[in-house]
């Protein structure tokens, strides 16, 4: 549309002139506006304001037979209006049939929120075999016979034999549990039903002990199939607590679990397994024959253990040449499978930061440390800080080589650990005590000696008045040492008798109403004055020890800031060339000694015949 000019609009009575002159070809009226477009016939259109319900001018433009159409917009109105309605069902249409789909599904929930969880993994989708668990040889040789009926249970039932109804997996965690239970799977090749038992327990009553019976009942219908239960211990600690008496829900989820183990219905076919890391919380009634009939330790691997572990998971990995994993099994005591995966899952990821095509030793150190000890921080900078640092890991290390009944000192270094870690002095720990289990009283007393190196060297050094608090770690592990060593191995003069127990988490149904302590007050200053006296004869054994020692402590911290990490090897050939060098120094004194004490005793004898 052209724009107005105002002047050449023309005025309301040159319009009407204009039409009796005809010079207008057509008029639109818009009433709504009040005004009219005019077409005039030279090309011009122009808008001129009118009277509202103006009759003038269409008497002018009906005798002058002018065409005059009116534009009135309702029809636009009416277009927007009915979309605006349109739009407005359309959404109300949406929401309710948002809401009958939420309705719809909150009452599907509710009708199976009693269904069980679990999860099944169909027969033969299990790719876990026992030859993919290692490092557990006498747990899998206890379990072969469960595979054994579940392939052919006529072995079994033609001479009047039952297979354990459950079957109890205890161990440290990491050990490989889960993983042994998968591995039965496996090799049976059938049905496999997995659960937390966490996910039995639900806030509303009666719901577990429903997902119990739903769970069962689903296994019947596979059977044989076998059941896992991750976390046992969730449901089955004890009972009797007193709180919540027998409407509690963990209570009633362990008795509907209880029958279906052994109730009135037989679950033939049916294995179940179950995992914990705390045995000794369950209910007596879920361990008793007809339940849980055999309980199978999971331990911590051996030496040899550890190294099929390793070569387990090297399978999938690029190892070095210089990887010896009986050297790796022999350097990881202590560790278990989830360990062992874990050191080797992060010297792969360091090789490949590395760039690097394959894992070699040194991946497999920094990844030893990383998992042990933690990430590693920004070096520290020579000052009186790092030599301090270095003389307190330099009494740890000395000590651990000088004490025969000590571990093996791996090695000492510098360099600082995320955490506040300074440095460290890093031990092998007897792996004979590890798998035995037994704890020599002079291994003991040797920790004790070792842990108060640090801050035996700080006084020999620089004086009992400027130790640090770097120690305070080191004590509290005194301190606890200490104290089990006369409260529950019997090595003080209280005797051999057992004052304390295990420290455990207090549950219900256990432990709520046990006292603590179990002797007399005086007996407990007796057993503070025996803990403070084995910490100050550690703590002057370590100065004794390291007193005539001082140039080669001297020695030993300068290599330290030097290379800032010295291995278990070398540490120890500078401590035995220094004691070499003693033992002939003290040799040589002896022998001159007794040179002149039989001078002596020659000039002594001319005298007295004189």
Same mark, same amino acid.
Request: aromatic share 4%; glycine share 8%; proline share 4%.
């Given at each position: ?7 050449d ?11 009796r ?40 433009a ?14 636009d ?82 001479v ?73 211990d ?12 027998g409407?509690?829900?963990r ?7 209880l ?23 369950l ?105 301090? %640092? *270095?003389?307190?890991? !330099? ?6 080589? &000088?004490? =025969?009944? +000590?571990? @093996?000192? #791996? ?54 008045s ?14 606890? %040492? *200490?104290?089990?060593? !006369? ?5 003080s003069? &209280?005797? =051999?008798? +057992?004052? @304390?127990? #295990? ?17 007399s ?39 330290l ?30 022998? @001159?000694l ?9 000039q002594?004898g ?5």
């Amino acid at each position: 549309m052209p724009k107005r000019d105002s002047s050449d609009t023309p005025s309301y009575s040159g319009l009407l002139k204009a039409i009796r002159d005809g010079q207008v070809e057509q008029l639109q009226l818009f009433p709504r506006e009040d005004e009219v477009q005019v077409h005039f016939k030279d090309g011009r259109q122009l808008r001129v304001p009118v009277f509202s319900n103006d009759q003038q001018i269409l008497r002018t433009a009906e005798a002058a037979k002018v065409p005059l159409s009116v534009n009135n917009g309702q029809g636009d109105s009416a277009a927007a209006g009915l979309l605006v309605n349109a739009l407005l069902g359309l959404l109300l249409i949406g929401l309710l049939v948002l809401l009958l789909r939420r309705s719809a599904s909150v009452a599907q929930r509710a009708l199976g929120f009693g269904r069980s969880q679990a999860r099944l993994q169909p027969e033969g989708s299990i790719s876990v075999r026992f030859d993919d668990v290692a490092g557990i040889d006498e747990a899998k040789a206890e379990l072969q016979e469960v595979v054994t009926f579940l392939k052919e249970p006529e072995r079994f039932t033609a001479v009047g034999a039952k297979i354990p109804r459950g079957v109890l997996l205890v161990g440290p965690p990491g050990t490989g549990k889960t993983l042994l239970a998968r591995a039965i799977a496996g090799e049976a090749g059938v049905p496999f039903f997995t659960i937390s038992a966490s996910e039995f327990v639900e806030l509303f009553v009666g719901v577990g002990a429903s997902r119990v019976r739903d769970l069962f009942r689903q296994a019947k219908a596979k059977a044989p199939c076998i059941i896992f239960i991750d976390e046992i211990d969730a449901v089955g600690r004890q009972r009797g607590a007193g709180i919540g008496g027998g409407n509690d829900e963990r209570e009633q989820t362990l008795n509907q679990l209880l029958t279906e183990m052994d109730g009135f219905e037989d679950n033939s076919g049916v294995i179940l397994l179950a995992a914990t890391n705390r045995a000794d919380v369950l209910d007596s009634a879920l361990l008793r024959p007809g339940r849980f009939d055999r309980q199978i330790l999971v331990e911590l691997p051996d030496r040899r253990g550890r190294e099929a572990i390793l070569g387990v998971h090297g399978r999938s990995r690029p190892l070095g040449d210089d990887i010896s994993l009986a050297l790796w099994a022999r350097r990881t005591p202590g560790f278990s499978g989830a360990d062992l995966a874990n050191l080797i899952n992060e010297a792969a990821i360091l090789t490949a930061r590395r760039n690097r095509s394959a894992i070699d030793e040194q991946a497999m150190n920094d990844a030893l440390e990383r998992v042990t000890m933690g990430l590693s921080a920004k070096p520290l900078q020579d000052s009186a800080k790092k030599r301090l %640092i *270095a003389y307190h890991e !330099v009494g740890h290390a000395l000590l651990t080589t &000088l004490l =025969p009944a +000590a571990d @093996e000192l #791996d090695k000492v270094t510098l360099l600082p650990r995320a955490g506040g870690v300074g440095g460290f002095a890093r031990t092998t720990p007897d792996e004979e005590i590890l798998d035995s289990g037994l704890i020599s009283k002079a291994y003991l007393q040797a920790r004790l000696v070792v842990a108060m190196g640090g801050r035996a060297a700080e006084m020999v050094v620089f004086g009992p008045s400027e130790v640090t608090q770097g120690a305070s770690s080191d004590l509290q592990m005194v301190t606890q %040492i *200490a104290r089990e060593m !006369v409260t529950r191995y019997g090595f003080s003069v &209280l005797g =051999p008798v +057992a004052l @304390e127990q #295990d420290g455990g988490e207090v549950f219900l149904g256990r432990d709520w109403t046990r006292s603590q302590q179990h002797y007399s007050a005086r007996t407990a200053k007796v057993i503070d004055q025996e803990v403070q006296q084995m910490a100050r004869a550690a703590l002057d054994r370590a100065v004794a020890m390291l007193q005539p020692r001082r140039e080669l402590i001297d020695a030993l911290v300068e290599s330290l800031i030097e290379q800032e990490t010295l291995d278990g090897d070398s540490f120890r050939a500078q401590v035995a060339r220094f004691e070499k060098r003693a033992d002939s120094s003290s040799k040589e004194l002896s022998a @001159e000694l007794n040179v002149e004490a039989a001078q002596v005793a020659v000039q002594t004898g001319i005298l007295n015949r004189e």
